[in-house]
């Protein structure tokens, strides 16, 4: 989809239905325009970018898109508060160029490079974008930590597919997330696309749990013994598998539900149990493993 085609679309959508586009749903279709961007921007800098990415195809420049799909992320999905000693309203515009920099400079090749020789104004743009606590400290980043700094927030990658996608010094949790295949993409997004936004957090922690779970160990009893840390070497995801099944997953979650029925409450059992079964529907539908 091209990114003119995107915005005709968005348009139209607006115009000739009943029911508005919700901010939510803006957000999402602008996400997607962005990892399909930045998909194009990564693979041609030998990056992985989005495995469920549309082909990028434009009549702009390359430079102009950057800018300009971040402003309509930006836009529908900046929320909340900024320190006070931060101008927000500059931010988009600040951000925008140092991404646009960012392609013309190398850093999506050199991403470490790039933002050494970034000045403390312009760091300080790249923090608050990300939602950074505390300044950034370009030395200690690792190579993932420090290509997704440059990337806006939906289109970030787990570079080193170890099912978290860092950004600074933090790790988010994330599904669908950089990794996941298009097929199941797109029968989440089926699932999911008149959903609440906290349930669905609720449902995407949870697609996650496999990758969590395989990194705390327990006893015969099943108690907490200990856990791995995100970038410690022992650390595993199953999901990195390529014959990890997300129907088998759903399929465990149903009989979790079922062995569980009568301590959960009905109204969660019943509303769970839809899910997972309309989740593993689609998945099947879309050919998905």
């Known amino acids: 989809m091209t990114t003119s085609a995107f915005r005709d679309i968005m348009m139209r959508i607006e115009t000739h239905t009943s029911t508005p586009l919700t901010r939510l749903q803006k957000q999402d279709a602008a996400g997607e325009q962005l990892q399909n961007l930045f998909n194009e921007i990564l693979t041609s800098a030998g990056r992985p970018g989005y495995a469920s990415a549309e082909a990028y195809e434009s009549e702009n420049s390359i430079q102009d898109d950057i800018q300009q799909d971040w402003n309509d992320w930006f836009s529908v999905a900046n929320t909340g508060n900024y320190p006070d000693d931060v101008d927000a309203s500059s931010l988009p515009s600040d951000y925008g160029n140092l991404l646009v920099r960012s392609y013309n400079e190398g850093g999506y090749v050199d991403p470490q490079g790039f933002l050494k020789n970034l000045t ?26 420090a290509l997704n700094l440059l990337i806006p927030r939906p289109a970030q990658i787990d570079l080193n597919y170890d099912g978290l996608t860092q950004v600074g010094k933090g790790y988010m949790i994330r599904f669908p997330d950089s990794r ?39 006893d015969d009893q099943g108690r907490y013994v200990s856990h791995t840390e995100p970038g410690d070497p022992n650390w595993v995801n199953p999901q990195a598998d390529s014959n990890y099944s997300y129907t088998e997953l759903t399929e465990q979650m149903l009989d979790y539900l079922d062995y569980f029925q009568h301590q959960i409450p009905k109204q969660q059992y019943e509303q769970q149990r839809a899910f997972y079964s309309a989740l593993q529907q689609s998945l099947l539908a879309h050919g998905a493993r």
């Not at 312009?122 to 980043?141: F, K, S």
């Open 180 to 218: 996941t295949p298009e097929a199941v993409v797109n029968a989440w997004k089926e699932t999911t696309a008149d959903m609440d936004p906290m349930e669905r957090s609720f449902y995407e922690l949870q697609m996650k749990l496999p990758t969590l779970l395989a990194n705390i160990q327990v």
């Open 120 to 145: 403390k104004d312009e760091l300080a743009t790249v923090q608050h974008v990300n939602r950074l606590a505390d300044p950034i400290n370009v030395d200690e980043l690792t190579p993932e930590a």
